[in-house]
């Protein structure tokens, strides 16, 4: 039950990745990226981590991913066109030729050192009081420090998107 | 699995499917009948007893029209938005307990289709996930007025769903669970348990009631989809079924932020007064006053839409903005105090 | 039962197409968009690697991972609106101001 559930989602995330990665509309690519993100929180859940599972669905797919759609529709971007400059044919032989070489190789590190069943999953595991409990004590800074970040990404965005007014 | 057990959650899926539809289609006449009465006219009465046959023949005029599909939309998006829109809103009810523990078929069965340790961030994500709905719709029909018409409706969903959140969290925060059960649990006894009543009085309510008309772009903040503004914003280019599938999906968003509005503060199914009965007729009573609840916030709903005049665009986002989020916010640091000092906020 | 093993490889392939998308496209928020990709595939390497070692440290780097994504989505968008404002397009082979 829980294999075809993997393999199913696994079909689904791959197949939307690849859309994300070549379609030449950026409307259809953010649509498939909101659909990837959905199904990497249904892996999550999978995983036995349903809160932050349901955080990505909340955060990522439902608001950064709906940014990002307003932006492309905003600037009214039209469809993209390939790589047609001088380097253009180089670029598109190494990129994929270098990047599947870099994937093999990390493949195969990860396929080595990881046991190939999961271990039953600790008391409260996916649960929100357990990461919170986590997040306020040990990972306290971080918590502080993210929350500045957070509103100096704002400040930052507002100011570098608004119009100069001479 | 043992059969009974996916017995049951089907039952339990194919009631709330039905009631959801049921309640959807009973929605539109009562609609009309009520701004009839507010607008001192009658509303429809020709169509069955007191017109109560109203919303089957407004099925039939939909389905009998002709299916147009603009020649230079986006085709598959086009198609995708009006599912789009009904699915997530139908997912966000999955989470709302709507009755206490019965007893069926020999086991005890909670009457939540999905009792999550998340299950309020649930509700939450479903709704987020509707936003994509309008977003496409406005884009795929290649129209201006539909573009601009999705975008804002867009981002005043967005931007609401931080007061939303946050008048929640505070909520959250008295009740120490995410899990909607427990937190309707938690207000059993007198109705003065409800959680409207603890932290500070009706503040987070308010605003919960507030950014819901919001998220459902409901009057007083319609704009993006009132007619003469921009014709019909994110459906404009829809007729028949598939704006009958907007519609619905409203509809359905209406539902569910009444339903977790009555969950989180209202006391759920909870009757409010000890009564002396047990087994079947405390629990037909406990899911009665749920759907009383839930029945009366929907007609604040329609009252407030006939009543109230829409909010032009600007003063809708700096209503959400620099008004609701502050307030939300001073909202949380309170209940937090109050929290520290156990006061007001009884476990 | 799943096969962490499996997981970690589509984690794999996922963060290679986001780069191959990184590489090959030409609109920034596209860029962008194959950036988040690679993001999520980390994120997914994360999870199975908390769910591998029983303990919340993990789900909480994922937490503070996908803040930070989204604080670099708000910032990055912010810049190429102002890009395409100075511009008119959101081709990054045009951006050269600074080549010599």
């Given amino acids: ?166 | 699995m043992d059969p009974v057990a996916i017995l049951i959650a089907f039952l339990k899926i194919f009631l709330v499917f039905n009631v959801l539809m049921g309640a959807v289609a009973f929605m539109t006449w009562v609609e009309r009948r009520v701004s009839g009465i507010i607008q001192y006219r009658l509303g429809p009465n020709r169509v069955g007893p007191w017109g109560l046959l109203q919303p089957i023949a407004d099925g039939i005029k939909f389905i009998q029209k002709k299916d147009i599909v603009p020649d230079d939309a986006y085709v598959p998006f086009y198609l995708m938005a009006p599912a789009l829109a009904v699915v997530p809103a139908l997912f966000a009810f999955v989470v709302i307990p709507f009755g206490p523990e019965v007893v069926l078929f020999g086991r005890k069965v909670p009457l939540v289709i999905l009792d999550m340790d998340g299950g309020l961030l649930w509700g939450f994500a479903a709704t987020a996930l509707g936003v994509y709905a309008l977003v496409l719709a406005g884009w795929a029909s290649r129209s201006k007025f539909s573009l601009m018409g999705g975008l804002r409706s867009s981002a005043q969903m967005i931007s609401y769903e931080l007061p939303l959140v946050l008048s929640i969290v505070a909520v959250v925060l008295m009740a120490g669970t995410l899990r909607p059960t427990e937190i309707v649990a938690q207000q059993a006894g007198w109705f003065w348990n409800w959680n409207v009543c603890k932290g500070i009085p009706f503040l987070g309510f308010l605003l919960f009631t507030i950014a819901g008309y919001a998220e459902t772009n409901r009057v007083p903040f319609d704009l993006p989809e009132a007619e003469g503004e921009l014709v019909a914003g994110y459906h404009t280019e829809y007729s028949g079924m598939r704006f009958a599938a907007f519609f619905m999906a409203e509809y359905v968003n209406m539902m569910t932020s009444s339903a977790l509005g009555v969950t989180l503060f209202l006391g759920g199914w909870q009757l409010g007064f000890p009564v002396a009965l047990e087994g079947w007729p405390l629990w037909a009573l406990q899911i009665g006053a749920f759907v009383a609840k839930v029945a009366f916030f929907q007609f604040l709903f329609v009252w407030v839409r006939w009543t109230l005049p829409r909010f032009r665009y600007d003063q809708l986002m700096n209503l959400g903005w620099k008004g609701l989020l502050p307030v939300s916010l001073v909202n949380l640091a309170a209940t937090a105090l109050l929290v520290t000092f156990d006061f007001n906020v009884t476990r | 039962m799943i096969d962490p093993r499996l997981v970690l490889i589509l984690s794999t392939v996922l963060f290679a197409l986001g780069a191959v998308g990184v590489l090959l496209r030409r609109g920034a928020i596209s860029i962008l968009m194959c950036v988040e990709l690679m993001l999520n595939a980390a994120n997914l390497a994360f999870i199975t690697f908390a769910r591998l070692r029983g303990g919340p440290e993990a789900q909480i780097y994922v937490f503070f991972v996908m803040t930070l994504a989204a604080a670099e989505a708000a910032a990055g968008l912010a810049i190429v609106i102002a890009l395409f404002r100075l511009k008119g397009t959101t081709d990054v082979d045009e951006i050269n101001l600074l080549k010599w």
């Fill in chain 1, 1 to 166: 039950m829980d294999a075809f559930a993997f393999y199913v989602l696994a079909l689904l995330t791959v197949a939307s990745a690849l859309v994300v990665v070549t379609h030449r509309n950026p409307v259809v690519s953010a649509v498939a990226l909101a659909f990837n993100l959905v199904s990497i929180a249904g892996f999550y859940v999978l995983l036995g981590a349903q809160f932050i599972g349901l955080l990505q669905v909340l955060v990522y797919a439902g608001a950064i991913m709906v940014l990002i759609l307003f932006v492309i529709m905003l600037l009214n971007l039209a469809e993209e066109l390939p790589p047609v400059k001088v380097a253009g044919t180089f670029q598109r032989v190494l990129a994929p030729a270098a990047t599947l070489t870099f994937a093999v190789v990390l493949g195969r590190a990860l396929w080595r050192d990881t046991p190939a069943t999961l271990p039953p999953a600790s008391e409260g595991f996916g649960t929100a009081a357990v990461l919170g409990r986590e997040l306020f004590t040990r990972y306290y800074y971080p918590f502080e420090v993210i929350s500045l970040l957070l509103v100096v990404a704002m400040v930052g965005a507002v100011l570098l998107a608004k119009r100069k007014l001479t």
